[in-house]
């Protein structure tokens, strides 16, 4: 990897985070993308995105060379990241997915928020036991479930196009059905996004592993 490639996925970040969380940081419920059954809805709504976004960004920064090589500075974003971060997002999405009264994003977002705050549990868990190889692993599916909303976003409009040449959906019902793959493409997103962690974490064991074994 580049050395610059962090920098620049970490700027992504703070732009994606910036246009999500743009219309909610006036507080003005009317500008709600999603629709709200009242203050209390819209208060959790915009605490679950706010704090999502600081996941979304600390998560990154901890991909910069700079930041992983200062042991402090890492151990410090790591818990921001953790406690301010996944910890609020993750426990706002679930009452986000059950008001949402869609089936599928009850079941689907309610299993990744639970996913996201164990898997960030045994994260932490590994770090206060000093087990890195751990910590990382756990770190490493934590992150992919905080990524679900950025795959979510560019799975659905494929999956829209997909349906093209089936004859499922023609170029002028796209607006339409989107709505409709929403919560299709924010299941599929944490399912591919772990399946992707694993591949990883799997392809990291092995280059780790010795290339010999020894005789018995």
């Known amino acids: 990897m580049r050395k610059s490639t962090p920098w620049l996925l970490l700027a992504v970040a703070v ?67 953790l406690a301010a971060g996944v910890l609020p997002a993750g426990l706002t999405a679930i009452p986000v997915a059950l008001w949402s009264g869609r089936l599928l994003t009850q079941i689907g977002l309610t299993t990744a928020a639970v996913l996201w705050l164990l898997t960030g549990a045994l994260a932490y868990r590994a770090a206060r036991r000093r087990d890195i190889t751990a910590h990382r692993d756990w770190m490493t599916r934590n992150y992919a479930l905080t990524l679900l909303a950025v795959t979510a976003r560019l799975l659905v409009p494929l999956l829209l196009l997909a349906q093209i040449p089936l004859g499922t959906v023609t170029p002028g019902e796209l607006g339409q059905k989107a709505a409709s793959m929403i919560p299709v493409g924010q299941t599929l997103a944490w399912i591919v996004n772990l399946a992707i962690a694993e591949t990883l974490i799997r392809r990291r064991h092995r280059r780790s592993a010795p290339s010999g074994h020894p005789r018995t």
């Open 15 to 81: 732009v994606f985070s910036l246009v999500v969380a743009y219309p909610y940081l006036g507080l003005d419920v009317h500008r709600s993308r999603i629709e709200v059954s009242g203050g209390l809805h819209y208060g959790v709504l915009v605490t679950h995105i706010l704090t999502a976004a600081v996941a979304l960004i600390l998560g990154l920064l901890q991909a910069v060379p700079k930041v992983r090589a200062r042991r402090r500075i890492h151990r410090t974003v790591g818990r921001c990241y």
